[in-house]
């Protein structure tokens, strides 16, 4: 299973930007969905999370301002960023659970956000 980021660049303060995430190679469904980031130095977090259910999770740095989306049939993740601050600055990664229990990264895409 490969999981590619795409969508990442820079953009200015109080701009937008929408990351995709595409899984190839997955025999079984998409359960859960995470988008993180890691700013050099930093420990990578969570920014936003949809389960099987719908559900979502975000954090109060992000909420309001990203949407996390998939479409479960083409194993798609979608990550829409508005508002966007110079402390988004960061690489952004997708994790995916398949309902084999599995879980999978993507190798990351650079979001630079310019004052």
């Known amino acids: 299973v490969q999981l590619v980021e795409s969508g990442g660049g820079l953009v200015q303060y109080g701009g937008s930007l929408k990351l995709t995430c595409t899984a190839s190679?997955?025999?079984?469904?998409?359960?859960?969905v995470g988008w993180y980031r890691q700013a050099p130095g930093t420990e990578r977090e969570l920014v936003a999370f949809?389960?099987?259910?719908?559900?979502?999770y975000y954090p109060d740095s992000v909420k309001g301002r990203f949407t996390i989306s998939v479409e479960r049939f083409a194993d798609i993740s979608y990550l829409t960023m508005n508002d966007l601050k110079p402390e988004d600055t960061a690489v952004y990664y997708c994790?995916?659970?398949?309902?084999?229990?599995?879980?999978?990264w993507g190798q990351g895409t650079q979001v630079t956000v310019s004052s």
């Open positions: 949809v389960n099987s259910a719908g559900n979502t």
């Open positions: 994790k995916l659970v398949s309902s084999g229990g599995n879980s999978y």
């Open positions: 190679g997955l025999t079984s469904g998409v359960l859960d």
